[in-house]
Each structure stands twice: as structure tokens, then as C-alpha cells.
């Protein structure tokens, strides 16, 4: 009886380490890196604040820098020009464009940025 329980005890699983996930970042670096996310505040003023991803850090934005919010279809909505960074919040001026809340804000491609300056003057 003991040795018909030891000869089911063992059983062979293989194990794909090469598998991935859904969870794993691109290997390639992308054209419009990430910087935040337009706040929901009023636009009329020509400024605005847009909550900043960690990704922001890793592009190394800098006062001065000009961005482009885009939408959903990633068409730009706005050119900004960052004013201010403080923690995980930017304060930037509307140079072109409307942004619209919860619009996506990146560091442009040159096609990108092209698009965006030919939006209207705010």
C-alpha cells in the first residue's frame, strides 16, 4: 500500500518562465512620454494645474517646457507651457487651445507639437 501512495505523489509540472504579462512596460520608449493628466479646474484664466505621473520625473520636465494635452482620440487640445512644479502638481500657462479636464498631458513629438501650434491662440 505504501508504494502505490509514493509512485502518486510525484507529478511533473512544467512552468513557462517566459510568459508575460500584462503588467509589464513596453520595451520601446515611447514618442509622447507621459507627464500627467489636466486638473479639473477652470480654464478661463489661461492657467491650469495637472496632476503629474511618477513617469513625469523619469522624462525630466523642467520649468519652462512646453507640453500638449490631448484627448481620448489623442488629437491635442492645447499646447502649455509649464510655469510651476511643486510635488506631484504643475501649474502651466494655456498658449494654444482648450484643454479639457482629465485631458492626457505629454512631452510632444515634433509632429505632436506641430499639431498643437496650430490650434487658436488662447
Request: a neutral charge.
Amino acid at each position: 500500500m505504501v508504494v502505490g501512495l509514493i509512485g502518486c505523489a510525484h507529478q511533473s509540472v512544467e512552468v513557462n518562465v517566459t510568459a508575460t504579462t500584462g503588467f509589464e512596460k513596453p520595451s520601446r520608449v515611447p514618442t509622447n512620454p507621459r507627464v500627467g493628466f489636466v486638473g479639473r479646474g477652470s480654464a478661463e484664466s489661461g492657467v491650469v494645474v495637472i496632476q503629474l505621473v511618477r513617469e513625469a520625473f523619469q522624462s525630466s520636465i523642467k520649468v519652462d517646457d512646453t507640453v500638449v494635452a490631448r484627448n481620448r482620440a489623442l488629437e491635442p487640445t492645447a499646447a502649455l507651457k509649464l510655469l510651476e512644479i511643486r510635488g506631484m502638481a504643475a501649474r502651466v500657462a494655456i498658449l494654444r487651445g482648450h484643454p479639457g479636464p482629465d485631458d492626457e498631458v505629454v512631452l510632444p513629438s515634433q509632429k505632436l507639437r506641430e499639431a498643437a501650434e496650430a490650434l487658436p491662440i488662447n
